[in-house]
């Protein structure tokens, strides 16, 4: 990890968080209120693109910094549960019925993956055969797969930059490609509303930037949690009402 005096120009994790909710924001209400077959909708998507990669890298960072794996775990699964709700609300416009189950449950199982990693003695065959496993599961979370080995290469190759953002990259270009080509063979006419996807690589200089410290206060560590949620029920309202 560089030092924070050798960066040009450094953020903290209070400061990256607070990037990637605004981010967020942004790229709900995009899709609530703005075509994406417009180019405000592709802009606005692109802003979108940095929240996953910066809340799976702090995932990974959480995990070693936690005091407690056991109730870190825990909090994720419950928030999973509290934030599927809200998830589906929203995706459904503003109606409880179940659409998926929203990011806090693909970064939950991005956290057990890592555990399994890092964690366990198991035999090397069974730890991959369970992040393959965890993977598949991701398949009704937003995010999915992605959601699962972002987190898990930032933790595994943690303190090696060049492999994680390496990792990511090749991950991410897999995503990318399947949008754009999926996008391609369905309407071809419109292929390029996927290239705002691509926007997931303008996280990494911001990652780059990280000075290794938290910012802000211990009690900030609850405003995604609670954010997540609040924000999906009332874009789903006024998606509903308007």
């Not at 775990?73 to 998830?87: E, Y």
């Not at 609300?89 to 109606?95: A, C, L, M, Q, V």
Request: aromatic content about 16%.
């Amino acid at each position: 990890m560089e030092k924070e005096s050798e960066k040009p120009f450094a953020l903290n994790a209070y400061q990256l968080k607070i990037i990637a909710i605004i981010a967020m924001l942004i790229d709900h209400i995009a899709w609530a209120f703005v075509p994406l077959n417009t180019i405000q909708g592709q802009a606005l998507h692109v802003i979108g693109r940095l929240t996953a990669p910066i809340m799976c890298y702090f995932l990974a960072e959480g995990f070693f910094y936690t005091r407690d794996l056991k109730k870190y775990i825990l909090r994720m699964g419950l928030f999973a549960l509290i934030s599927a709700v809200a998830f589906s609300f929203f995706e459904s416009g503003g109606y409880l019925r179940f659409a998926g189950m929203g990011m806090i449950y693909t970064l939950f199982l991005g956290l057990l993956a890592i555990t399994v990693r890092l964690r366990t003695s198991w035999p090397w065959a069974v730890k991959i055969t369970l992040v393959v496993l965890l993977c598949f599961c991701s398949v009704i979370g937003d995010w999915p797969v992605l959601g699962v080995l972002w987190p898990y290469y930032f933790a595994v190759y943690r303190g090696n930059p060049k492999k994680q953002f390496l990792a990511f990259s090749i991950a991410g270009a897999v995503e990318v490609t399947y949008f754009i080509r999926t996008m391609a063979v369905l309407r071809p006419e419109l292929w390029w509303l996927q290239l705002c996807q691509a926007g997931i690589f303008l996280a990494i200089p911001l990652l780059l930037c990280y000075d290794g410290t938290l910012g802000g206060h211990r009690g900030m560590k609850w405003l995604f949690y609670l954010f997540y949620p609040a924000h999906l029920f009332i874009l789903g309202i006024l998606e509903r009402v308007l």
